[in-house]
């Protein structure tokens, strides 16, 4: 299996302990190719399994330390992710996606991860989580500075020949 991140974790017979996933610097620099990230200086997850008839549920915590480019300023700034991670693995069923078939989608089925064979990919979970956790509009502490430098102002501070006539045809 090709990722960034992979962790493959054999189904039967589960670890005992906590699963712990600490991405290498190639790792994090992949990652943060993939997520458009200026830098990814730590990842780390922290998973208990645990055995749930034909599934595998994971449960734990996903942190990180990253750079990311502001929205606004377009600098870099650092961000803190401290995510929970709650998935099924589940057995791949391919019958269960035949043509014509019809099937009705629980809200536990929301966050299941199918695998072939006797392995999960755990990493690419983790990964997966971090990318759903990064705000892609994020802003930094100059984005107010760079918007204020640029003319931007926020609602109700425009000023100008229509900014008169709106605001007095608002107050009509």
């Known amino acids: 299996m090709d990722g960034e991140l992979t962790r493959l974790v054999k189904a039967r017979p589960l670890p005992a ?9 190639a790792e994090r620099a992949a990652l943060a190719k993939r ?3 200026a830098s990814v200086a730590s990842l780390r997850a922290e998973i208990a399994l645990e055995d749930k008839a034909q599934a595998v549920r994971a449960s734990g915590l996903v942190t990180a330390q990253l750079m990311q480019t502001c929205a606004v300023s377009s600098e870099d700034f650092p961000v803190t992710i401290s995510e929970p991670l709650d998935l099924r693995f589940v057995p791949e069923n391919p019958a269960h996606y035949a043509e014509g ?7 536990d089925d929301c966050d299941e991860i199918e695998y072939a064979g006797d392995m999960f990919n755990l990493g690419e979970a ?9 705000d892609p509009y994020a802003e930094g502490p100059n984005a107010d500075a760079a918007r204020k430098a640029a003319g931007i102002v926020e609602e109700g501070q425009q000023s100008g ?3 008169d006539a709106l605001a007095a045809l608002k107050k009509d």
């Not at 302990?17 to 610097?25: F, W």
């Open 17 to 25: 302990e906590p699963v712990v996933i600490e991405a290498d610097e």
């Open 35 to 37: 997520f458009g990230l």
């Open 101 to 107: 078939t019809e099937f009705e989608i629980e809200a």
């Open 126 to 134: 983790v990964a997966q989580t971090l990318g759903l956790a990064i």
């Open 161 to 163: 020949p229509l900014a």
